[in-house]
């Protein structure tokens, strides 16, 4: 398959080549030159084998990649996960199913692609016959970081250094990267939010003098966010994967419409529910779930995307975003593909912060969208209640999703099947999980951690568990300027 970018300034490439990129010379994002339509009956057969069959399939569309090194990367990926299942479905009710995808190394969703792309990369390096190694750089609000920095710890031919807001993850998500082990890994705090790490890293991939001394020491600059087409594309799988295992499963009748409520940061992970709609898949809604970091929800409600706005710390630091950089590729697509007007959009984010769309476009948007958020008080609510409820822990992301699932009913009226999808570990977040689920207020995270364990009879992951015992490896920290001068250091590491 042949990609583009949103910018419209360079001509189409191989997927494979987008791969290695990350993002577009051009600054903006690759997308499919055509969406692939997928065979429904075919993914439902799929569906009664193993999800890494289903996942190979699905490659197959986008990237010219035989189908036996297909299947070897996705057996390879997912051999990686705690359940053989991969992605179970959780029933809650007749009509509510949770998907988990945190039974990765990582214990997150962002297992689901990083496990993949590292292997994506040597294919694509090899396919292209690229001389140089690869430097993946990657701003991260808590769970991509470590599962970037564990899908390419010791991947020959890459390198990985990672930016985090010092103060804006939780305890076990900061600990699981500066513990992390590799001999081409580095992890650098960054005295900032997610968006001041990831504008950084965005000027890093255009600055030309950091490019030329990369080029000497022999590597290029690539991404592991989701702004990375290689990223992207594996999370189509999971969509595809449970809308068939319902219809094989007699849950749902094939060719009924479902919805996915997706808690939503940087709109990668809803994106590639759009995309497997766009493919075919029969998706009613899909349901965008903010925090109070509400960006989203205005934006589909009220046509203005506003960035200029209080950024609020919450228990779903994940999505403690005001910049979703994904959204670029929706709008691509809802405007016709019309470069132009996503230059002009960018221009204005850039530039004053904030940009409108039409009132038709907000329409159009309204068929397949639906946005709304919570609080900090119903987020711990909803981890109660879900727990009372069903006996399910749930982590504070996916209780966002939750929360917003019910509104959403509410609101609507709709009785259509919702498949919430759970991107973490609750264990992840022991301290707010266990304060919302008991109101006990716990300051040590490994403590809470078996407070959590002995109150709901839930195992404390090894993950988790073995954290405490781990020696601290990457101390470093910089202002939001200083992204330049920790990869110049990272470079001349390398290259000694």
């Not at 990129?21 to 339509?37: K, S, T, Y």
């Not at 569309?61 to 179970?88: C, H, N, R």
Request: proline fraction near 4%.
């Amino acid at each position: 398959m042949q990609v583009l970018s949103t910018r419209g300034k360079m001509n189409a490439i191989p997927a494979t080549q987008a791969v290695l990129q990350g993002i577009a010379a051009d600054g903006g994002l690759f997308v499919p030159q055509e969406f692939p339509q997928i065979d429904l009956n075919e993914m439902e057969a799929y569906a009664a084998h193993e999800y890494d069959v289903l996942a190979a399939r699905v490659l197959q569309y986008f990237f010219d990649i035989s189908e036996d090194s297909l299947k070897e990367i996705t057996q390879q990926a997912y051999g990686t996960f705690d359940d053989s299942v991969v992605v179970p479905l959780r029933e809650l009710d007749a009509s509510s199913y949770v998907m988990e995808l945190s039974h990765g190394p990582t214990l997150a969703f962002k297992d689901m692609a990083l496990q993949v792309l590292p292997r994506l990369i040597r294919k694509a390096l090899e396919i292209h016959q690229q001389e140089e190694n690869v430097l993946i750089l990657t701003a991260t609000s808590g769970d991509t970081g470590k599962a970037a920095l564990e899908g390419f710890k010791d991947v020959p031919r890459t390198a990985i250094e990672v930016f985090y807001p010092v103060d804006g993850v939780a305890d076990m998500q900061r600990l699981q990267m500066v513990t992390q082990e590799g001999s081409n890994v580095e992890v650098c705090g960054v005295k900032g939010n997610f968006d001041d790490a990831q504008t950084g890293v965005k000027e890093l991939f255009a600055n030309r003098e950091l490019k030329d001394m990369l080029k000497k020491a022999g590597y290029t600059f690539s991404s592991a966010n989701s702004i990375n087409f290689g990223r992207l594309i594996p999370q189509v799988a999971y969509y595809i994967y449970a809308y068939a295992k319902l219809a094989a499963e007699g849950k749902i009748k094939s060719g009924e419409k479902i919805n996915f409520v997706v808690p939503t940061g940087n709109f990668g992970n809803i994106l590639a529910g759009y995309y497997a709609k766009r493919m075919g898949l029969p998706i009613g809604k899909l349901v965008c779930a903010s925090n109070c970091n509400n960006v989203l929800t205005d934006f589909f409600n009220n046509s203005v995307y506003d960035a200029n706005r209080t950024f609020h710390k919450t228990m779903s630091p994940s999505m403690d975003i005001l910049i979703s950089s994904n959204l670029e590729r929706l709008l691509f697509e809802m405007t016709g593909r019309d470069e132009a007007q996503v230059c002009a959009w960018m221009d204005a984010l850039k530039t004053n912060g904030k940009y409108e769309i039409s009132p038709e476009m907000q329409t159009n948007l309204k068929e397949t969208f639906y946005a709304d958020f919570c609080s900090e008080q119903e987020t711990a609510q909803a981890i109660r209640d879900t727990f009372r409820q069903y006996g399910y822990l749930i982590d504070p992301h996916t209780a966002v999703a939750q929360c917003v699932c019910g509104k959403y009913r509410k609101m609507t009226g709709d009785g259509t099947l919702c498949v919430v999808v759970s991107t973490a570990n609750p264990y992840k977040f022991t301290q707010d999980v266990l304060e919302s689920v008991s109101g006990e207020s716990v300051a040590d995270a490994f403590e809470a951690a078996a407070r959590l364990s002995e109150l709901t009879g839930t195992p404390i992951p090894p993950q988790i568990s073995e954290l405490c015992e781990k020696p601290v490896l990457h101390n470093g920290c910089v202002e939001k300027t200083g992204l330049f001068s920790a990869v110049s250091e990272f470079i001349h590491k390398m290259g000694d």
